[in-house]
């Protein structure tokens, strides 16, 4: 295509941000084991050490907390799953909560780098993640403290833009009647950017964020942050990177998913 792409849609946990939701969802299913729960505990599966970053990503990853919680559930053949997802949801969401506001998260050095070349580039970008909790992410990081650090200019950073305020579009925690890897979450983040789904790429750290990218018809970039290359790369992401700062940015200008060669 002559043009570029013209839409640059953003997941935001395990792309942007390193966040607590693995370890809120892993530490409140041993303490439902250890306690609610530790009547039913020998009829699982489940031990502590079978949760793992893999189980994370390939099971729950990306979906809204409801569908999460089942998929954990069943996944450790838990009974009478469906019944045990309020407070599944419920203990998790209470914990979250509580490492967020004590801080305990932190932002992709090399995502943000990425975000303030692709803005720069004149690319609108939206932020599209199924999780609740993605806008007190993104309203305590600072993305001028990382402009700060980068030799180049940006003249849409003012003192104190937060990586939210940087968004052109925000879609993130809304009720979708659909969750990954359904792309209503994706042609609702093209639509409010005014953007043509086959104009737009899609950048992604779980495998059903990359089929929805996909079944949206929109380009599809992962992120392995956990060794998962070839997970992605069989979902048929266009390109599979492990840091965002491989990508040549000057390449989305002719529509195209590359690497830098320098």
């Known amino acids: 295509m002559a043009t570029g792409f013209k839409g640059a849609i953003f997941d935001v946990d395990g792309v942007l941000v390193d966040s607590p939701h693995e370890r809120a969802w892993k530490d409140s299913l041993r303490e439902l084991m250890e306690t609610d729960w530790v009547d039913i505990r020998d009829q699982t599966s489940w031990s502590d050490d079978r949760f793992t970053p893999q189980v994370y990503q390939q099971v ?20 009478d799953a469906k019944d045990r997802v309020e407070a599944y949801g419920a203990h998790k969401q209470d914990m979250v909560i509580k490492l967020i506001e004590a801080g305990e998260f932190e932002a992709y050095p090399d995502a943000m780098r990425f975000v303030l070349a692709v803005k720069a580039s004149g690319i609108p970008i939206a932020a599209a993640s199924s999780s609740k909790n993605a806008g007190l992410f993104l309203r305590q990081i600072r993305l001028d403290t990382y402009a700060d650090q980068d030799s180049r200019s940006y003249d849409f950073v003012t003192p104190g833009l937060s990586l939210l305020d940087s968004f052109d579009v925000d879609i993130s925690g809304r009720d979708f009647a659909q969750g990954k890897p ?25 495998a059903s964020g990359i089929q929805a990218a ?46 830098r060669t320098s």
Do not use: Q
């Open 60 to 79: 729950m990853s990306g979906k809204p907390r409801a569908a999460g919680a089942l998929a954990a559930l069943e996944y450790f053949e838990v009974p």
């Open 182 to 206: 359904h792309p209503e979450i994706f042609l609702t983040g093209a639509a409010e950017l005014g953007v043509d789904p086959a104009d737009c790429f899609v950048i992604e750290d779980a």
């Open 214 to 259: 996909k079944a949206g018809g929109m380009a599809a970039l992962g992120v392995a942050r956990v060794g998962d290359e070839d997970e992605l790369a069989a979902e048929r992401a266009d390109l599979v990177v492990t840091s965002l700062d491989e990508i040549d940015v000057a390449a989305l200008g002719r529509h195209k998913l590359a690497l």
